[in-house]
């Protein structure tokens, strides 16, 4: 059975529907809203809704929400996985874990073992019974497949509505390292990002606003072994768009190595270090506010990471943590 939602749309939510929506129901998430439109269950004044279309203040929108399904559809725990997260924070109301690469966030289908969320659901068996989605498992957000770091689950119902919003309303502070082939040509990159295949691209007109800075923290000069400089950047984020910041640095021509499906070129020495089906794209830290503080959580850099920077002859340790 399905809950039945009914909205009528104000001025300033006049525009794509997708969009409105998204503003309206921070806590059902993106994802879980294209799933609503491509089965059928958002509708405009009586008629079945795409996500593309366009709606005017006073319109009436009715939203089925399907609730999250039956335990056999949730992620099934994975021992193995659980072996491979190391916990980075506890607490009775959410866990943080670092991911390593590659690891997807969540399943893609219950019985799909060696996800991140499988692991979690080993370790904290409360989380798989959480998410608007059966296969979050808790889980509040997402990383890459190829990408490491903090990644952040809820145990309880409640912690998982406030920390689902918090993401969704862009009240996290994200930053991540990136070793990238070539220094970016700005410090910042702004550009829209629409979903195109199993890639973003740049689409000012329909993609969504996402905002990126970055900092070079220390770079290797050209040599006989690569072109361009390899550079340790800094990312910061407060939105969290699909693959932003890979196709942001992208953008800015400065893709990050082994990332393919962004231009990455192949350098030898250092490409054959980044482990197949990975690149070197790390959550560092994330800071979320939860009841009355701040979480500030951070995971070091995997081995991978540092294997490169060695290789290149850049030092680490004097890096300053984000602040």
Do not use: N, W
Not at 31 to 57: H, P, S, Y
Request: net charge positive.
């Amino acid at each position: 059975m399905s809950t039945r939602t009914t909205v009528v749309m104000t001025d300033a939510q006049a525009g794509r529907i997708d969009r409105a929506l998204a503003t309206a129901f921070p806590q059902v998430g993106r994802r879980r809203l294209a799933e609503l439109f491509a089965a059928g269950a958002v509708r405009i004044g009586g008629r079945v809704a795409r996500k593309g279309d366009r709606v005017v203040a006073g319109a009436v929108v009715e939203l089925a929400i399907v609730p999250a399904g039956r335990s056999a559809e949730r992620p099934q725990p994975d021992p193995q996985a659980a072996a491979r997260l190391t916990v980075i924070l506890e607490r009775p109301e959410l866990v943080a874990v670092s991911k390593p690469a590659p690891m997807p966030s969540q399943p893609l289908r219950a019985d799909e073992l060696g996800s991140a969320a499988s692991g979690i659901a080993a370790l904290y068996p409360e989380c798989a019974l959480l998410g608007d989605d059966p296969r979050d498992g808790g889980v509040v957000h997402r990383l890459d497949i190829g990408t490491t770091g903090v990644l952040v689950a809820a145990r309880t119902a409640a912690a998982y509505r406030q920390l689902r919003e918090a993401f969704s309303l862009g009240r996290v502070a994200k930053t991540y390292l990136a070793i990238t082939c070539g220094r970016p040509v700005a410090s910042s990159c702004g550009a829209s990002l629409a979903q195109r295949g199993r890639r973003v691209v740049v689409d000012e007109e329909e993609g969504l606003s996402a905002h990126t800075e970055f900092e070079v923290l220390a770079a290797a000069s050209p040599g006989p072994q690569f072109s361009a400089e390899l550079c340790l950047v800094r990312c910061t984020t407060q939105t969290g768009r699909m693959h932003q910041v890979r196709a942001h640095l992208a953008t800015l021509r400065a893709p990050i190595l082994g990332d393919v499906l962004y231009g990455a070129p192949t350098i030898p020495g250092f490409t054959e270090l980044v482990p197949e089906g990975t690149f070197l794209l790390h959550a560092e830290s994330v800071v979320v506010p939860f009841a009355a503080e701040r979480l500030t959580l951070r995971a070091p850099l995997p081995a991978s990471a540092l294997a490169v920077l060695a290789a290149a002859g850049i030092d680490p340790a004097g890096i300053a943590p984000a602040a």
